[in-house]
């Protein structure tokens, strides 16, 4: 086993399995296996003893070498009686009390499985509308978050993870202006990410400075008009002053929706990289591109990334089969459409590896092609298994079917953030640059541990400029850039996500994008003394780009940040 003491730390704590006392019940090896013999079970009825093991073998290895790995839930629940093993999950909110509370209910069961769940809010009557039974007020889709946002801290104490939400709000909606300054104050609605869900509609107005109509949720009669420019102008602000909100493209998320008959895509899950129907879930995985090179680290193994993908897409589809489901409903979706999101993780350190910077050309060029690749096989994969397996059983109700390809899932790529799953496999997260070159870590006898990127530790070891002063150097300066240290070669290849400038970001996001299924989890950051202008061409560059959605994060932006450069503890 080649984890990090980081690593087995994170595993032991919350993905381990363990007595009633705390004691361990296994070590990391007999989690991978575990998980393994779980997932491979689901080909019980597709083939023989022999070829069981084989695949179980198969599924073992490809995790245990950090080749690729499932999403958290399914590391921390396959083969367990809780046996949730999706991420991403979208519950419909209704413009009833019942409707309301019952998706607070249904969250709160998800959360408490380790799932994470994104809700639209653009269905409730806006603040201020009749309420027929009682005569009474809406309190509108804030006042009602405010609850969910609630219900998710309580949930927290005892669940697997603290619990994510996304929240939505169309961009038409009576309430979007108290909707896009409603986390100004950062200390409520925690819980939640949040995205404005914009149209084509009205980025044109914004673009001619016109008008826009708000419409009456429920009616879809114009009730007001506000100038799109000022509106986008508001938004391009409050994430400029905290990161929030993020967009997201709704009528792209439905232009990609595979199968429209079955409803409108109206939100994403936490993260935003996973669109989905209303009670749909989807599990994702992630391949680990830095173990995917050649020996001599000159390029990719082809070759190997294809059998990985192969696997990778019979793993995630299994998934699907053995899966326990929190409710009857996601039950139906999930299994009815079969959508599963395969990405890929430590992408900048592959980069560095391969002497390519991240904010070049020649970066991008390999992301298209590297991403093109994947998705090509993953489809083919797909279609392999819909000739053994069958198609998904909704295929009538998708284009698929119109086109008569026969797929055995509704979608098969997305880009995840993996935040743990990359703290697991040792590598950069998902598509990201890389945060920090090196780190002070504080321990427990006040003394400081520098931790330092282990792709650039190997270089600086065999270009002879390896010190720990240099390093502790690095994690207080927070890059190598003008570092006369550190050799210029050397410099430009290892830019972090602050020395990247936020169109590179962005044109790395949509060369990803162009060849997802699903969406790309990103964000761009941008440096303290970025200015909204700055954000706002963001923005209309994801927009020009294709992205379905954008996060920005202007460093220090919020007084709790999750990674500081130069004072992680
Ligand atoms: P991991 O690395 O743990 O597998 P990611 O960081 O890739 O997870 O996140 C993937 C998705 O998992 C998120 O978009 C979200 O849907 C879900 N998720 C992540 N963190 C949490 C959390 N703390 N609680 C609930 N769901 C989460």
Request: include cysteine; glycine fraction near 8%; proline fraction near 4%.
């Amino acid at each position: 086993m080649k984890l990090s003491d980081n690593a087995v730390k994170v595993l032991e704590k919350r993905y381990l399995e363990k007595d009633e006392n705390g004691n361990l019940l296994e070590d990391c090896d007999g989690m991978f296996r575990r998980v393994a013999k779980a997932i491979a079970s689901a080909d019980a009825a597709y083939t023989d003893e022999k070829g069981l093991a084989a695949i179980e073998q198969e599924f073992y290895d490809m995790m245990a070498n950090l080749e690729f790995l499932p999403n958290s839930p399914t590391l921390m629940n396959a083969g367990r009686p809780l046996g949730q093993l999706s991420a991403c999950f979208v519950l419909p909110v209704e413009d009833t009390m019942e409707g309301i509370f019952e998706s607070i209910k249904n969250a709160a069961l998800i959360h408490k499985s380790g799932g994470g769940t994104g809700f639209s809010f653009s269905r409730l009557r806006a603040k201020g509308s009749a309420v027929n039974s009682t005569g009474g007020v809406a309190s509108g889709p804030i006042s009602f978050m405010k609850v969910f946002n609630a219900a998710t801290e309580a949930v927290k104490q005892g669940g697997t993870r603290r619990g994510a939400n996304m929240g939505i709000l169309r961009i038409d909606h009576p309430d979007i202006m108290e909707f896009i300054s409603c986390k100004s104050d950062n200390s409520e609605i925690t819980n939640f990410n949040l995205s404005v869900g914009i149209t084509e509609d009205f980025m044109k107005a914004v673009e001619h400075n016109l008008e826009y109509e708000l419409l009456d949720p429920k009616t879809k009669e114009p009730v007001a008009k506000l100038n799109a420019k000022e509106v986008f102008d508001i938004i391009v602000e409050m994430a400029w002053k905290n990161g929030e909100p993020g967009i997201i493209f709704l009528d792209r998320l439905n232009r990609d929706n595979v199968t429209p008959k079955l409803g409108e895509i109206e939100s994403t899950n936490p993260c935003g990289e996973q669109p989905l129907l209303p009670y749909e879930a989807c599990n994702l995985g992630s391949i680990n591109l830095y173990n995917m090179m050649d020996d001599s680290h000159k390029g990719l193994d082809f070759e190997k990334l294809e059998n990985t993908v192969r696997k990778a897409v019979r793993f995630l589809d299994n998934v699907i089969e053995v899966n326990k489901y929190p409710l009857p409903e996601i039950d139906k979706m999930t299994r009815g459409t079969r959508k599963i999101g395969l990405g890929v993780m430590g992408w900048a350190d592959t980069l560095c590896a391969l002497g390519l910077a991240y904010n070049s050309q020649a970066a991008i060029d390999l992301a298209d092609k590297v991403m093109s690749f994947i998705s090509d096989i993953a489809m083919k994969a797909s279609q392999n298994l819909a000739e053994l397996k069958g198609v998904f059983p909704f295929y009538e109700d998708s284009i698929y079917d119109q086109k008569g390809i026969k797929v055995r899932n509704a979608t098969t790529t997305t880009i995840a953030p993996t935040g743990t799953l990359s703290l697991i496999a040792g590598v950069s997260s998902g598509i990201e640059p890389i945060f920090a070159i090196s780190y002070i870590r504080n321990v427990m006898d006040n003394s400081e541990l520098v931790e330092v990127n282990p792709v650039f530790k190997g270089a600086a070891l065999s270009g002879n400029f390896y010190s720990e002063e240099l390093m502790k150097k690095i994690a207080r300066v927070g890059t190598v850039k003008n570092m006369n240290e550190v050799p210029v070669q050397v410099q430009e290849i290892f830019v972090t996500a602050h020395d990247v400038l936020p169109e590179w970001h962005v044109k790395m996001q949509a060369a990803f994008q162009r060849h997802t299924d699903n969406a790309v989890s990103k964000t761009v950051n941008l440096s303290h003394d970025a200015t909204t202008d700055d954000v706002r061409e963001v923005f209309t560059l994801a927009y020009k780009t294709q992205c379905k959605g954008v996060t920005i994060y202007r460093d220090g932006s919020r007084d709790l940040q999750v990674l500081n450069i130069g004072k992680v503890k």
